[in-house]
């Protein structure tokens, strides 16, 4: 049987001007054309291993171009064509899959790349979904090791009603980025370099978009500021404020927060009073 949006071993059946038909030990053939031969010489009776899919007249097609997923696999795709039916995404070979609308669990942009399933659909042509979560790997059960403070690449691929960020990691392995974890909106499709901040026990691995501990009180000390500038100069927080309020208005903890107006007192910026503090 030749599959459809894999990598088949096929003998060299026979041989036409176009090109050669390839086939299993049933009686099924597909066409590798020569236009796609890349300089390689077969002849009948070789084994070759090409990748098959349907060209866009819908039938089946053989070539050694290597596509950038096949059938079973995720892969980071771009959308570049869309229609009242679905969108259609590059795969790296020269007709696009097709994501019908209901396989589309968020409004996808033209010209973005988002994480897609591939698989074969009822018709026999190859198609994809955004719905990936069953088939991004637990990094523990594939034995893949990530220590806490490693720097990763990842891609968005869903958010929880409570606001935490599921990830991929090298599109591959599940993350989890929780909601005070990030600053600012993270919509699905996003590339993001991220820290391994925890391992959980169930393999999923814990991530932060945030920076190590002397980048992250820079940036709080930007923030104060830039809040002071804004508010006439004044806040209504200091080092004895609430965490919950610091949290509330910095979006970090109590700690980073008086390690930052440290710093700021230090280079002779802030001065801190009874009712808060001050821009000098």
């Keep these: 049987m030749i599959n459809i949006g894999e990598y088949n071993l096929l003998e060299v059946k026979r041989e036409k001007d176009f090109g050669f038909y390839l086939g299993d030990a049933g009686r099924e053939t597909v066409l590798l054309p020569k236009s796609v031969l890349e300089g390689r010489k077969i002849e009948v009776g070789d084994n070759v291993e090409v990748f098959v899919y349907r060209d866009s007249k819908d039938r089946p097609i053989a070539t050694f171009k290597k596509p950038l997923v096949t059938v079973g696999e ?3 795709l771009k959308v570049v064509f869309q229609s009242e039916f679905g969108a259609f995404v590059d795969f790296g070979l020269d007709r696009d899959i097709f994501v019908p609308l209901k396989e589309q669990r968020f409004k996808l942009q033209t010209g973005t790349k988002y994480l897609f399933y591939i698989y074969v659909d009822k018709t026999g042509r190859l198609a994809a979904t955004t719905d990936v979560e069953n088939y991004i790997l637990n990094a523990k059960e594939e034995e893949v090791e990530y220590k806490v403070g490693d720097e990763v690449v990842a891609q968005v691929y869903g958010k929880t009603e409570n606001g935490s ?3 991929a990691i090298e599109g591959k392995y599940k993350g989890l980025i929780l909601a005070n974890e990030y600053y600012t909106e993270i919509y699905p499709g996003t590339e ?5 901040k925890r ?6 691995i814990g991530l932060t978009p945030r920076k190590t501990r002397l980048n992250e009180r820079d940036q709080i000390k930007e923030d104060i500021l830039k809040y002071l500038k804004k508010n006439g100069g004044f806040m209504p927080f200091n080092d004895k404020s609430s965490p919950e309020d610091i949290k509330a208005t910095f979006n970090t903890s109590k700690n980073y927060f008086k390690m930052a107006l440290g710093g700021l007192m230090k280079d002779g910026k802030i001065v801190q009073e009874k009712e808060g503090t001050k821009l000098i």
């Design 74 to 76: 995720v892969g980071y």
């Design 192 to 196: 993001m370099k991220l820290r391994v």
């Design 199 to 204: 391992l959980y026990e169930d393999g999923i």
């Design 165 to 167: 960020v599921h990830v």
